[in-house]
């Protein structure tokens, strides 16, 4: 049974950082195409970024490219989003997902995902 579950969130200042975590259980993460999305209320959810599980690519909304990097751990099965120079619209319930088969075109749409956890919310105000 494939499972996620995202930790990390937090309240945090303009222009910090945060790291998000996310434990993948039931599955092996390199077989996978996995990702970040984010969601704030009356919005559609918003991919993040992501790592194809068919050349490793990775991609970034133009919004958190530069600030914001994902990687994993793969011995530990863990996904990692490292959050820094963050702003106010930052602020988001973030979610990380994964999928066997992922359209590298359409990584930032939520129907190309078939698993995802319960969300950590992240807020970024002064």
């Known amino acids: 049974q494939v499972e996620l579950v995202e930790s990390g969130g937090g309240l945090v200042q303009p222009g910090g950082s945060l790291r998000l975590s996310c434990a993948a259980s039931g599955f092996t993460l390199d077989h996978y195409a996995i990702g970040w999305f984010r969601q704030t209320p009356g919005k559609d959810r918003e991919g993040v970024s992501c790592?194809?599980?068919?050349?490793?690519?990775?991609y970034y909304t133009d919004s958190v490219k530069g600030r914001f990097t994902i990687s994993t751990d793969n011995t530990k099965n863990m996904l990692y989003l490292q959050m820094n120079s963050l702003k106010p619209e930052d602020t988001a319930v973030y979610y990380c997902?994964?999928?066997?088969?992922?359209?590298?075109?359409?990584?930032?749409?939520?129907?190309?995902?078939?698993?995802w956890g319960q969300g950590t919310q992240v807020t970024v105000s002064s």
């Open positions: 790592i194809s599980n068919t050349d490793a690519r990775t």
């Open positions: 997902a994964a999928t066997v088969i992922l359209a590298d075109s359409s990584w930032y749409h939520p129907l190309a995902w078939e698993f």
